[in-house]
């Protein structure tokens, strides 16, 4: 016998296939609420063509999945039909055909292999929530998608399928993660893809802490899970894509940038879309991480983020505090929407360093001593400062007083952003010489 489970999680998927379009109303019509039971106890367990033979147990088992399946297909054929109000129903019988497989898992029925039946309807159940959630709130479905890009739409408190659905598919990380089975014999193999999708519900949900819960567990279990090279790259990329977003909301943007740098070197180059959405993230963290920005050739293939991030960035290079703000009030819905404005509004830092470093380039240099090569101009006069911010923020008739320009340097040089430091009674900065003077830009 053959033990595909990705070849036998396509009979209970509620999606047609492409060369089968009507395979799901064939299956529905083949039997009746009366005896769908015994139709398919008798097609799974005696009919004479059945390769496999299962024990009673597991039989039964079975049987209870696809008698719940065939209700599902149900629902979903008559919300197909138009019928109204049905998503919730849906949900309903496809929690059903979940809650059987988890029984049988849990009396210890399934064998591992057949773990990819988990994964089709955990994530048809995540679905048919959101639908359900959607319906109740506009009395209407709307189209929905199942990829990370619908994972930053959460509206918590009016989410209750979808909550229900997060305890359910919780309940599938708990049969993986519990399993002792030995481990090429192990539902284990399901953590991280089970995992990644607890991930997008929480964040849908906004519930992001949730997700440490998770990862606190999986780290109290790696000694006996498998290495984390021997997963489906896929379910690897995703997990380090939400670790990085998880670590990046709590501002720890060095092991963000980490996990983040990861994905994208694991993500697939034709995965566009994927590729994009870490780059959303990996942008803010380079900035605050290396003060470097995108380049040009790096953002081409992304319209959007061409979109978002190039004016931000050409502000932030030029030293032009006013087209940053400008910037960032442009592009405040998306930022708000993917959780990074409050990082990129940081980026103002590096903003200000940049024009506080053309002040120290037009200084020029000293006057040389006997043949020494010429050094950079190390004290600049504090009102210097005042006018490039003057000019900096298109505000050439508003007057800064020096201590309001002294507490901005200060707090450049108390982030590491300038080296030096200030003399008020001489009202200059006097800024470290030997290239030292803005770390990071060589001057």
Known sequence: ???????????????????????????????SSFTVSTDVRSHLLTHPNTEVRFAKSEGNAWVDVYVAYWKATGGILAVDDGAKGGWSKVYESWKEVTNALIRGYSNSEFEAWTVPCLYVTARYLRSFAIRADEEQKVGNGVSFGIGIQDDMAGDHGKNRKLEDAARIIN????????????????????????????????????????????????????????????FPKSHIVTFKYYVGIILFLEED???????????????????????????????????????TLPSAHLLNPYPRLQRIFGDLGQSVKRGDLAGFDEALANGEDEFVKRRIYLTLERGRDIALRNLFRKVYLVGGFEEPKDDAPPLRRTRVPVAEFGAALRLGNKALDQRLENDEVECLLANMIYKNLIKGYISRERGIVVLSKGGAAFPGTGV
């Open 171 to 230: 309940r599938i990380f708990t049969l993986c993660i519990s399993d002792r089975a030995p481990l090429e014999s192990s539902r284990k193999w399901g953590l991280y893809y089970t995992t990644n999708l607890l991930f997008k519900t929480y964040f849908k949900l906004n519930s992001i802490g949730l997700s440490k819960n998770i990862i606190r567990a999986l780290q109290a279990s790696r000694v006996d899970m498998p290495p984390m090279e021997s």
């Open 1 to 31: 016998m053959n033990c595909s489970g990705p070849l036998l999680a396509t009979t209970i998927t509620p999606i047609a296939p492409l060369d089968d379009p009507n395979r799901l109303i064939r299956f529905f019509e083949s039997s």
């Open 253 to 291: 943007y060095v092991q963000a940038e980490a996990y983040l740098t990861d994905a994208w070197n694991m993500c697939h180059r034709g995965a566009q879309r994927n590729r994009e959405l870490i780059l959303t993230y990996l942008i803010p963290c380079h900035l605050l991480t290396t003060h």
